[in-house]
């Protein structure tokens, strides 16, 4: 176990209100056993911190991926705020030695329950982001996240083409063309179809603003129509 001095001191984070932090990691099972305190649990925390740290992944994909349009910032930044990765960024902070629980909740395992841990890694977020603001919140994730993120630790999310090539091959080595039938529209707003055929096939067809957007769209398409997207 670890204790809340020496993990601000780990993180590089002193907080100006400790009891911020200290209710970030307090679960409701503990207030339920603890009812002569004045502690909350980090329920309200973790509301805000869903909706401090979407916008701080958002503002970081906006200004990374000129070129991707707002569907796939979209699925991009759900695939690095889902329950998954938060686990994950929790897990490589040892967040799990912090948490403050009940003892029915910590005999049935819940220090490592997923859905806990990524609710108070939302949770920490949020009592950041009241104690000392939004610029120490992207601070922390330049150092926690965002290396993730240019790693192509969440590109499974995105390329579509690779998961449709992943497939096919499966099976049987099969060709995949991608080709740009038609553009349209006027230069500033330029849109492009793409078709991709497996062995000659139509397997999909896809819009984008971009030709690469395009032939992603095609092989979600073309994924979907397998009942093979993932």
Excluded: W
């Excluded at 707002?70 to 040892?94: D, H, M, P, Q, Y």
């Excluded at 099976?171 to 497996?198: C, L, Q, T």
């Amino acid at each position: 176990m670890e204790d809340f001095s020496s993990f601000q001191n780990r993180v590089q984070i002193q907080f100006n209100d400790v009891s911020l932090l200290e209710q970030a990691f307090t679960h409701s099972s503990y207030v339920n056993e603890h009812r002569k305190t004045d502690r909350e649990d980090n329920e309200r925390l973790e509301f805000l911190g869903d909706a401090v740290l979407e916008l701080g992944v958002s503002q970081y994909l906006y200004r990374q991926y000129p070129e991707m349009a707002e569907g796939e910032l979209t699925k991009f930044r759900a695939s690095i705020v889902c329950e998954a990765s938060l686990v994950r960024f929790a897990e490589e902070l040892n967040f799990h030695n912090l948490i403050l629980l009940g003892k029915g909740e910590e005999m049935t395992g819940g220090r490592n329950r997923p859905a806990l841990l990524a609710d108070v890694f939302e949770a920490f977020i949020g009592a950041l982001y009241l104690d000392q603001g939004f610029e120490t919140v992207v601070q922390f994730l330049r150092t926690y996240v965002y290396p993730k993120v240019k790693k192509g630790a969440f590109s499974h999310a995105m390329d579509f083409k690779s998961q449709l090539q992943e497939f096919i091959q499966r099976d049987k080595n099969s060709k995949i063309e991608y080709e740009i039938v038609e553009e349209r529209g006027p230069a500033h707003s330029r849109e492009f179809i793409a078709h991709v055929r497996i062995q000659g096939d139509l397997g999909g067809i896809g819009v984008g603003r971009t030709k690469k957007e395009a032939e992603q769209k095609a092989a979600q398409q073309a994924l979907e129509n397998h009942g093979a997207l993932s």
